[in-house]
Structure formats: structure tokens, C-alpha cells
């Protein structure tokens, strides 16, 4: 029986070809042929199951900031029964006249320890193989640097499965000022990215309502249990979840200043708005922003809200404990 790759592992398989490709693969060619996709068909599942796992995945690329385009018939462009799909390499090229040195690529390549440093994986060549053997040309160059995402809250990969799956899963989820984490019996619907950080939505049993969880803040492993739920629920939860998370952080703002050219500087400007003294930060959750915040050490103070202001001078303090200095 064929092993299924794990669902991250089969997104960035999914890149790859698409990258790969200048005149872009049909759903068909795609399911057959890109490992992930390719065991499901060989273990007998169903191609209503597989298209909608493909239209989940491009989704899920596309909030992770990867652009997918369609090709529909030249005739009819709105016919997309025979689309193709690829990923604009346009998107990735650097001008031809931009050059580095071995230094500034050293650097490049620290900065970059999320993509592979090597050139193709046994797995990735596979893909190579399979691809040529569809009529396409391959830049064996682009492949190279596909990269490799790193998924580093454990929770991802059962909890896409049971996306997937329509299963209900539990877990123990520890909110900000309990002492224990609690039990939650959830349907999981979507999972979104927000803020550089990974949520599940879903609906949780025992409070028969939706719900938005973080995954850092789960406990222990998730169970996936037998207990089925309609696929049909999915629907639109992405985009409910992100709507959610934005609606709450524009609800809450911190009031903080930053040294120009810091690391703190570079990261909160790109989500914050510029205040007459220091940036404006929309935030979701203020333990998770003071815990971000107190990263930054001396690069960033905060004027308010005073909650989170109290939260990350515990949190400085605390490290200075942990490392033996005075408080």
C-alpha cells in the first residue's frame, strides 16, 4: 500500500512542479503524477476527493504568498475543463545585471536557511523525471531552489489531515491565564496563517460554536478520532477565520517605539501604521505580541496599551533571572 506524503510535504511538491513547468500542467496531469496526489489516486480515491484537495492546496499556497496562474482555452477563456497551472518563475528571476560576492552570498545563505542548500533532493529529481515525461521543458536550475517549508508547530500536519479527512480531533488547548490546559473536542474546518503565525478554525463540540485556536497553544499531540463531519462545513472557513482574526485585531492596537533600522523596526512596519511618535500595531492576542515584543529587547518600547506593557517587562525580567543577572 503506497505511503502519503505529509500534507506539507505534498504542497511543496506541488511548487515544484509548478515551478517547473513554462507551459503549465492540467489538474490531471498534476494528480497523476505529483507525489502526494499521485498515492491517493493509487490507493483508490475518488477524483471529486482529489480535485477539491487540489483546489484546498492552491488556496493554501496562494495565502502563503505564492502565485498560481490558470490557463484556460485560448477560445474560451472562461472554459477551464482543460486548464493548465504553473508558477510564474517571472515572479522569482532576478535581473540578469544584479550580481553578489561570495561574502554577500554567504550572507544571503544564512538568511535564507529555509531553502535548500543543496541542489535536488532523490525526491525532487523523481519529479523532474515525471515531469519531462510529460512533453514539458524543465529548468533543472529552478528546481533547485524550491523551497523547503518549515512547519515548526507540531499540530500542522494532523490537523491538515484531519482537514482533509472531515474527522473530529481533540486536543489540549492552554489559554493565557489558566493554569491547565483544557480538553477540546473540535470539528477542524481551515487553517490560515495570520501574523506569521498558524491557526485551526473550527467548531468546537462542547461550546457548539466556531472557534480560532492557535496552534502554539496546543498541548500534547492532537488525537484524530473516528467521528466523521460533512466536508461541505469547509466551505469558506479560510476565509471567516481571516476575516475573524482581522476583525479582532483592529479592534486592539498597541502604541510602540522602535530604533529606525532595527529588526524590530523592519518587522512591525510592515503590519503597523505610522503614529505621530512610533508605529501604531494592530494585534490579536496582547501575550502573544508581548512575547514578540520582549524578543526585540532594547529595540522597541512600549507606551501602551499598560497590560502589555506590564507583560513584556515580566517577560524581560524573567529572562534576566533565567540568565543569573540582578532584577
Given at each position: 500500500m503506497p505511503t502519503h506524503p505529509a500534507p506539507e510535504e505534498r504542497l511543496v511538491n506541488l511548487v515544484v512542479a509548478l515551478m517547473a513547468t513554462q507551459q503549465g500542467l492540467t489538474k490531471d496531469a498534476i494528480l497523476s503524477s505529483v507525489s502526494g496526489y499521485r498515492e491517493q489516486v493509487e490507493s483508490g480515491a475518488s477524483k471529486d476527493a482529489l480535485e477539491k484537495m487540489f483546489e484546498r492546496d492552491k488556496d493554501s499556497l496562494r495565502q502563503l504568498g505564492v502565485p498560481i496562474d490558470t490557463i484556460g482555452d485560448h477560445a474560451d477563456p472562461e472554459d477551464l475543463?482543460?486548464?493548465?497551472?504553473?508558477?510564474?518563475?517571472?515572479?522569482?528571476?532576478?535581473?540578469?545585471?544584479?550580481?553578489?560576492?561570495?561574502?554577500?552570498?554567504?550572507?544571503?545563505?544564512?538568511?535564507?536557511?529555509?531553502?535548500?542548500?543543496?541542489?535536488?533532493?532523490?525526491?525532487?529529481?523523481?519529479?523532474?523525471?515525471?515531469?519531462?515525461?510529460?512533453?514539458?521543458?524543465?529548468?533543472?536550475?529552478?528546481?533547485?531552489?524550491?523551497?523547503?517549508?518549515?512547519?515548526r508547530d507540531a499540530a500542522f500536519a494532523p490537523l491538515q489531515r484531519a482537514i482533509e479527512q472531515a474527522k473530529v480531533v481533540a486536543f489540549r488547548y492552554l489559554k493565557p491565564g489558566e493554569g491547565a490546559a483544557r480538553l477540546r473536542r473540535v470539528r477542524p474546518l481551515a487553517l490560515v496563517d495570520y501574523e506569521a503565525r498558524w491557526h485551526v478554525l473550527g467548531h468546537d463540540l462542547d461550546a457548539d460554536a466556531?472557534?480560532?485556536?492557535?496552534?502554539?497553544?496546543?498541548?500534547?499531540?492532537?488525537?484524530?478520532?473516528?467521528?466523521?463531519?460533512?466536508?461541505?462545513?469547509?466551505?469558506?472557513?479560510?476565509?471567516r477565520a481571516l476575516a475573524g482574526l482581522a476583525a479582532v485585531a483592529?479592534?486592539?492596537?498597541?502604541?510602540?517605539?522602535?530604533?529606525?533600522?532595527?529588526?524590530?523596526?523592519?518587522?512591525?512596519?510592515?503590519?503597523?501604521?505610522?503614529?505621530?511618535?512610533?508605529?501604531?500595531?494592530?494585534?490579536?492576542?496582547?501575550?502573544?505580541?508581548?512575547?514578540?515584543?520582549?524578543?526585540?529587547?532594547?529595540?522597541?518600547?512600549?507606551?501602551?496599551?499598560?497590560?502589555?506593557?506590564?507583560l513584556v517587562i515580566e517577560r524581560l525580567r524573567g529572562a534576566r533571572r533565567v540568565n543569573g543577572a540582578r532584577t
Open positions: 475543463r482543460e486548464a493548465r497551472y504553473r508558477v510564474p518563475t517571472s515572479e522569482y528571476a532576478l535581473p540578469a545585471d544584479i550580481s553578489f560576492t561570495p561574502a554577500e552570498i554567504a550572507l544571503l545563505n544564512l538568511a535564507g536557511g529555509v531553502w535548500g542548500s543543496s541542489s535536488m533532493s532523490d525526491d525532487a529529481r523523481s519529479g523532474l523525471r515525471k515531469i519531462r515525461a510529460l512533453g514539458d521543458t524543465v529548468d533543472e536550475q529552478i528546481i533547485g531552489y524550491a523551497p523547503r517549508l518549515n512547519i466556531e472557534r480560532t485556536f492557535l496552534l502554539s497553544r496546543i498541548t500534547g499531540p492532537v488525537e484524530t478520532t473516528r467521528e466523521t463531519f460533512d466536508p461541505a462545513l469547509r466551505e469558506g472557513a479560510g476565509d483592529a479592534a486592539h492596537e498597541a502604541h510602540v517605539e522602535v530604533h529606525p533600522g532595527t529588526e524590530a523596526a523592519l518587522r512591525l512596519r510592515r503590519r503597523a501604521r505610522v503614529a505621530e511618535q512610533g508605529l501604531r500595531v494592530p494585534y490579536v492576542d496582547v501575550h502573544v505580541l508581548a512575547d514578540e515584543l520582549a524578543s526585540y529587547g532594547p529595540e522597541v518600547r512600549v507606551v501602551a496599551p499598560a497590560q502589555l506593557r506590564d
